[in-house]
């Protein structure tokens, strides 16, 4: 290893104040935005309270419950009532739990709208309509489900629900390593905007050479956890360690509204 | 000169620094020393700016730096010039395709000059030993040429306070020694130099001042190479930790 041992003049010497852009708030807001979803991730403040308070496994049982009763409802009047049921969720949101649920609604639905428009073509407005509007309920139920459940808690629910523990491990795994993810992307850009004086003279380049390195290291991270885990002994046997939340009768007021929504759809038809 | 008045700063898990006063000159080689998670780190953040403290002030020269001010791209940018940081996990660092694009990134944001820039880089790797590994990829590199690397990508900006964190960690004795005269070179040159280590015995022929924290994230001690000489039960106790 050859070394230079004399500093060079201009590093002995401090350099110009560069005259930075005024627009340049692409690496802090998406810092902003991954710090959101890091706190998502690892702890449940930040997350909004449901319209009843109940456990996880109630709460996800009451969502697969409303979303196929969406699935099968046919008639305008039966998704205006499950749209006002869901307006009247978002009524226990804080205001800015709210506006992070619109915006994030809002922004699914405009990405599902693509992928329905064709129906135009295939099946008339009328169906088109119905094919919105359920699409839109079903991400909207989701949305708040994510909003009000963190993620440790959903692991919880599921384990209550006794569902297979292969399948709790890999929602296991796939939570610490999109928090992993997270906290590598957070740090990363942090680091790009210590480095960025002014404008990106390529900001694809930048934006590319951020996705290329984070899937290298994804892909390093995810047979490394492999062998670290073949090293200790996994045989494909998991068991969960998350705490069960154990439902009191209360609780069970949750699945009433869906229920109730149940009965007057079966009685009208 | 930076200024730290009665910081505090809390992480959702717990409090990282409690109260720290603190005053270091334009300059200095610095040494932050302590046990692991008494803070370092954390005090390194804050003076870069990526992290605002919970409580108390912090200024460079005569401007107080706060949450609001760094809502100013210009003025964030501004400070981001003049304090370049080398993480402790140098691999968040590195994101271009090439050892050469990722220290060229630094200089080609201020606008050099293209010749200019192809300059500064190759004097940056050339100062940290990095010039064979110019075509290399980062994410290839081991973790000790990944440090040198990165130290490399932020002299190529020419910032007048340095702040590495454990930029040690990794190294060979003998790179350690090379980084260590490179850093003192720098205070040399004028700039300002805090490095957070672990390992008094590596920094303690190097720094002029030390400041040592306890485990419960408080100032122990903030004394000049000369007192801490004074010292000898102090000395025997850092080279423990």
Redesign the interface.
């Known amino acids: ?4 041992t004399e ?2 003049t ?3 010497q ?2 110009r ?2 005259q ?6 692409f690496l ?1 807001k998406n810092s902003r935005r991954l710090a959101q979803l890091l ?1 998502q991730l690892t ?1 449940p ?1 930040g997350i909004g309270q449901p319209l009843l308070k109940t456990t996880p496994q109630l709460q996800l049982v009451a969502l697969l419950f409303t979303l196929l009763l969406i699935l099968t409802s046919q008639l305008g009047w039966q998704l205006w009532l499950l749209g006002l049921y869901l307006l009247l969720n978002c009524l226990s949101l804080a205001g800015r739990q709210l506006r992070r649920f619109l915006r994030n609604w809002l922004l699914t639905c405009c990405v599902a709208l693509p992928l329905i428009l064709p129906s135009l073509w295939v099946s008339g407005p009328n169906v088109l309509l119905r094919f919105c509007l359920r699409t839109w309920l079903l991400l909207g139920f989701t949305q708040y489900y994510q909003r009000t459940v963190a993620l440790p808690y959903l692991l919880s629910g599921l384990q209550a629900l006794h569902l297979p523990n292969v399948l709790i491990l890999i929602i296991d795994i796939a939570c610490v390593y999109l928090k992993q993810l997270t906290t ?1 992307l957070l ?2 850009l ?9 404008v ?2 390529h900001p694809y380049r ?1 934006i590319a ?2 996705f ?2 984070l899937y ?2 994804s892909q390093t991270y995810a047979l490394t956890l492999n062998e670290a885990m073949e090293v200790r002994g996994f045989n494909g046997r998991y068991q969960p360690t998350a705490p069960i939340l154990h439902s009191r009768w209360s609780d069970y007021l949750v699945l009433l509204p869906p229920l109730l929504l149940a009965v007057v759809f079966f009685l009208e038809k | 000169m930076l200024t730290l008045a009665n910081i505090s700063f809390q992480y ?1 898990s717990g409090l990282a620094l409690d109260q720290i006063n603190l005053t270091l000159p334009a300059g200095a080689f610095v040494g932050l020393l302590g046990p692991n998670g008494c803070g370092k780190s954390t005090l390194l953040r804050i003076l ?1 700016g ?1 992290a605002q403290p919970t409580t108390g002030t912090y200024q460079i020269d005569d401007q107080l730096i706060t949450a609001e001010w760094l809502k100013q ?2 003025q ?3 400070l ?2 003049k ?3 080398v ?1 402790q ?1 140098s ?7 090439t050892v050469n694009a990722e220290v060229a ?2 200089p ?4 050099l000059a293209p010749t200019v820039v192809a ?2 880089v190759a ?1 940056c790797l ?4 990095c ?2 590994l110019k075509d290399r990829i980062p ?1 290839q590199l081991s973790g000790g040429e990944k440090k040198r690397v990165a130290l490399a ?3 190529a ?2 910032p ?1 306070v340095l702040l590495l964190d454990e930029p040690l960690n990794g190294l060979t004795a003998g790179a350690q020694q ?1 980084m260590l005269t490179l850093l003192q ?2 205070q040399q ?2 700039k300002t130099i805090i490095m957070a280590s672990h390992n008094f015995q590596q920094i303690k022929t190097y720094a002029q001042r030390f400041v040592i924290f306890n485990a419960d994230h408080t100032l122990a001690a903030d004394l000049t190479a000369k007192a801490l000489q004074a010292q000898p039960d102090l000395q025997a106790e850092l080279a423990l930790l």
């Open positions: 290893m050859t070394k230079k500093l060079p201009w590093l002995q401090p350099d104040p560069v930075p852009a005024k627009h340049h708030n802090v706190q702890s403040a590598y740090a990363s942090e680091a790009v905007e210590l480095r960025t004086i002014a990106p003279k930048l050479g951020l290329g390195s290298l290291k | 959702p870069s990526l791209p210009q964030r940018q501004a981001h010039q304090i370049g940081f993480f996990n691999d968040l660092q590195l994101f271009n395709a990134y630094g080609q944001q201020l606008g300059h500064r004097d050339a100062l940290t030993g010039t064979d994410y990508s932020v002299l900006l020419n007048q090379e070179q720098l040159a004028g």
